[in-house]
């Protein structure tokens, strides 16, 4: 019985670099926060439940320290395999490692989602459209900018994705691909405000390169009472202060203008 398991476990060692080729490269990366629970094979006093510490190490019986953040599970295994042969404390060790908590390796998803959220990054090439599918979307009050922050070699790191401008100018470097401890958040969608002599006053979305003309068309346009002259555009300028000036009709809207529309005096 043991020549059994003796040439089983020596099998297990000749398959396992054949078996890392082939594994799928969408396979889980283990990161700060997760917890794993270690068998080694007939060696029941080295089962171990630890918890990956924010420099990606675990400390383990006999080995000590092992880094193992963005290993794969089956890489782990074989990195301390190797570590108790090295050692000389089990020589033909077949290690098991069995995910108990996956919390590091998650991203947070939050703003204008139809399911905000934290959820697991599975896979190690995840991209940000792939999460914010998984998150339901961008809902209808959210912007087209997207804003993903996170760590990158230690340093902070932010960008900006404008997701609408990614798509439809096939710029496919800002579908980023995401990392451990990402945050996600989509701003709400900038709006305008319309009031006075217009069909429909109050607040309306804000399109790409929406002017002053088509902002008033979206508040169904100018009533009968209504005219175009005079109009007043009430902007807040980088000093937070509200400017009233007069834009023409052709002239690009900001968020959070505010249109007035007044009425004729003929």
């Given at each position: 019985?043991?020549?059994?398991?003796?040439?089983?476990?020596?099998?297990?060692?000749?398959?396992?670099?054949?078996?890392?080729?082939?594994?799928?490269?969408?396979?889980y990366l283990l990161g700060p926060g997760d917890v794993i629970r270690?068998?080694?094979?007939?060696?029941?006093?080295?089962?171990?439940?630890?918890?990956?510490?924010?420099?990606?190490?675990?400390?383990?019986?006999?080995?000590?320290?092992?880094?193992?953040?963005?290993?794969?599970?089956?890489?782990?295994?074989?990195?301390?395999?190797?570590?108790?042969?090295?050692?000389?404390?089990?020589?033909?060790?077949?290690?098991?490692?069995?995910?108990?908590?996956?919390?590091?390796?998650?991203?947070?998803?939050?703003?204008?989602?139809?399911?905000?959220?934290?959820?697991?990054?599975?896979?190690?090439?995840?991209?940000?459209?792939?999460?914010?599918?998984?998150?339901?979307?961008?809902?209808?009050?959210?912007?087209?900018?997207?804003?993903?922050?996170?760590?990158?070699?230690?340093?902070?790191?932010?960008?900006?994705?404008?997701?609408?401008?990614?798509?439809?100018?096939?710029?496919?470097?800002?579908?980023?691909?995401l990392a451990g401890g990402d945050a996600i958040y989509v701003h709400?969608?900038?709006?305008?405000?319309?009031?006075?002599?217009?069909?429909?006053?109050?607040?309306?979305?804000?399109?790409?390169?929406?002017?002053?003309?088509?902002?008033?068309?979206?508040?169904?346009?100018?009533?009968?009472?209504?005219?175009?002259?005079?109009?007043?555009?009430?902007?807040?300028?980088?000093?937070?202060?509200?400017?009233?000036?007069?834009?023409?009709?052709?002239?690009?809207?900001?968020?959070?203008?505010?249109?007035?529309?007044?009425?004729?005096?003929?």
């Amino acid at each position: 019985m043991s020549k059994i398991r003796n040439w089983l476990a020596a099998l297990l060692v000749c398959v396992a670099p054949l078996l890392a080729s082939a594994q799928s490269t969408g396979e889980y990366l283990l990161g700060p926060g997760d917890v794993i629970r270690i068998t080694v094979f007939q060696n029941q006093d080295l089962t171990t439940e630890t918890r990956v510490s924010e420099s990606g190490a675990i400390s383990f019986p006999l080995i000590g320290s092992v880094k193992v953040g963005g290993l794969s599970v089956q890489a782990t295994e074989q990195r301390i395999a190797k570590a108790l042969k090295d050692g000389g404390f089990v020589v033909q060790a077949q290690v098991n490692v069995l995910p108990v908590q996956i919390r590091g390796s998650q991203i947070a998803v939050l703003g204008q989602v139809n399911r905000p959220g934290r959820y697991p990054l599975e896979t190690f090439n995840t991209r940000l459209s792939d999460m914010l599918a998984t998150a339901g979307g961008i809902s209808s009050g959210g912007s087209d900018l997207v804003i993903v922050t996170g760590t990158r070699d230690g340093k902070p790191f932010r960008k900006e994705v404008d997701m609408a401008t990614m798509f439809l100018d096939g710029k496919a470097e800002g579908d980023i691909v995401l990392a451990g401890g990402d945050a996600i958040y989509v701003h709400r969608v900038p709006v305008v405000y319309i009031y006075g002599e217009v069909q429909r006053p109050g607040a309306f979305r804000l399109e790409r390169d929406m002017t002053l003309m088509q902002g008033l068309a979206t508040g169904g346009g100018i009533t009968l009472r209504g005219t175009q002259r005079g109009i007043v555009v009430n902007r807040r300028g980088s000093d937070g202060k509200i400017v009233s000036s007069k834009l023409g009709m052709t002239d690009k809207l900001q968020p959070d203008d505010v249109i007035y529309v007044p009425e004729s005096l003929f």
